[in-house]
């Protein structure tokens, strides 16, 4: 296999650190990577704050529901959909101005942009993670960033069009991290269709699902869920942190959209 091949089936969410830092020179090789990410009309619709203060590391730690190990990561990016920056250029630039001239009214940043630049932030975001990974460096998404708009908007100073869309932490796996077997994945047939969307049916659903719920019957089942369904339901799609999610991100696009 080659070796891009290789970094991109082997790598794996790492979330246990060595004690460790991150070279400038490979800190720096990755961010090149991230960005020459792909973006949207070369616009690089985002913006990356990197957390060096230890402080606000911890405060992640909690915001980010409660998951301690973003305060031992060596290395914490923040990546933004940024529409601010292009915005304030074009006031800069006198759009408003030449937009009265045209008798045309100047539009904001609304729901395409915001989805656009969560493209490009996302986008470059998986760059790092890869580019890392080729330096043998680990790495985890936080989604939990979504969540408690008003704490990071305040935490990271950001104006009106900048989304925290993802956070990623990096650092060198531990033995136990790097000896951890990879997760798996769904059977391609289930995710990847030919033409247009296949809805699966019912039946279809023991097949997709059979490996994970034989590893659930090795588990205990203390939520009382029957199946891999239920349990997902109860832990991640109606759990506290997702109902937060969804309130901090209804702010977020109240804001933007305001
Ligand atoms: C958008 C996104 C958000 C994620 N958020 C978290 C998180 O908050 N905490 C965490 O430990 N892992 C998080 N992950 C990592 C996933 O749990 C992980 O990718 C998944 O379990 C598959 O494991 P693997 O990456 O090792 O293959 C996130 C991944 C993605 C893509």
């Known amino acids: 296999m080659n070796e891009v091949m290789d970094v991109l089936m082997k790598r794996k969410s790492v979330r246990a650190y060595e004690d ?11 961010l090149q990577a991230t960005l020459r990410a792909p973006t949207a009309g070369n616009m690089m619709l985002y913006s990356i704050v990197d957390v060096t203060d230890q402080q606000v590391k911890d405060r992640l730690a909690v915001s980010c529901d409660n998951q301690p190990f973003i305060a031992r990561a060596p290395m914490v990016w923040l990546f933004v959909a940024d529409y ?3 915005y304030d250029y074009f006031l800069a630039s006198g759009v408003e ?3 009265a001239q045209k008798d045309m009214s ?3 940043p ?3 942009d915001l989805f656009l630049a969560c493209c490009d932030a996302l986008i470059a975001a998986q760059n790092a993670v890869i580019a890392a990974e080729a330096f043998g460096v680990g790495s985890c998404y936080i989604g939990d960033i979504m969540e408690q708009y008003e704490v990071h908007r305040e935490l990271f100073d950001l104006p009106q069009y900048a989304f925290p869309i993802c956070l990623l932490v990096f650092g060198y796996p531990t033995q136990q991290q790097k000896d951890r077997e990879l997760t798996s994945r769904f059977d391609e047939k289930f995710i ?10 019912a039946q279809e659903f023991g097949e997709m699902f059979a490996e994970r719920e034989g590893l659930r019957a090795k588990g205990r089942n203390a939520d009382g869920s029957a199946n891999v ?3 997902t339901y109860l832990r991640k799609f109606n759990a506290d942190f ?3 999610m969804t309130r901090s991100v209804q702010l977020m696009l109240q804001e933007w959209l305001k």
């Open 242 to 244: 997702t109902q937060e």
């Open 84 to 86: 601010q920056r292009w």
């Open 106 to 108: 100047m539009r904001k």
């Open 97 to 99: 101005a030449m937009c």
């Open 110 to 112: 609304a729901e395409g």
């Open 229 to 231: 369904g239920q349990a």
């Open 192 to 201: 990847v269709f030919e033409n247009r969307y296949h809805r699966l049916e």
């Open 20 to 30: 460790r830092p991150i070279s400038a020179e490979v800190r720096d090789a990755i």
